[in-house]
């Protein structure tokens, strides 16, 4: 996704299934550790290019890892670098946060996306984003 769709994009990757069917064109399957069940279960969405047809990112924590081998864990490899990822450290199920502590993973997950919409806001020249980053700014924190 653009920059300034990925907010859209991953607001609705809470979903398991929804990160899993990202998955459809992921090149590890049953013989490996890192199915496409398992990447979803970490957080992870399949976000290839042409030259890296490997590349996962987290819905949550943005972190994107490539050059999977077949014997990675997809959680053990998320947590050793991004240890402070709010999915990672929710012990309960998306489906039975409560309101509250949903809105506090949201107000994080927020944050996180604000720093990156900043550094794509220096890296272009487009006014839109910056545009959003102000009014994102402006209105959650």
């Not at 398991?16 to 399957?29: K, N, T």
């Not at 290019?49 to 972190?63: K, M, R, T």
């Not at 997809?74 to 409560?98: A, Q, V, Y």
């Amino acid at each position: 996704p653009e920059p300034t769709n990925v907010f859209y994009f991953y607001d609705k990757m809470y979903s398991q299934d929804l990160r899993e069917q990202s998955f459809a064109g992921w090149p590890f399957r049953e013989a490996c550790n890192c199915t496409p069940e398992k990447m979803a279960r970490a957080g992870f969405v399949h976000c290839p290019s042409e030259n890296e047809p490997d590349v996962a990112c987290c819905f949550f924590c943005l972190i994107e890892l490539e050059g999977w081998e077949p014997d990675d864990d997809p959680w053990t490899e998320h947590l050793k670098r991004s240890p402070n990822c709010g999915f990672l450290t929710t012990k309960k199920d998306f489906t039975e946060i409560t309101v509250a502590e949903f809105y506090q993973l949201e107000k994080e997950r927020l944050k996180i996306y604000l720093v990156s919409f900043r550094i794509f806001c220096v890296l272009s020249d487009k006014v839109r984003p910056k545009c959003l980053c102000s009014i994102l700014t402006i209105m959650y924190f």
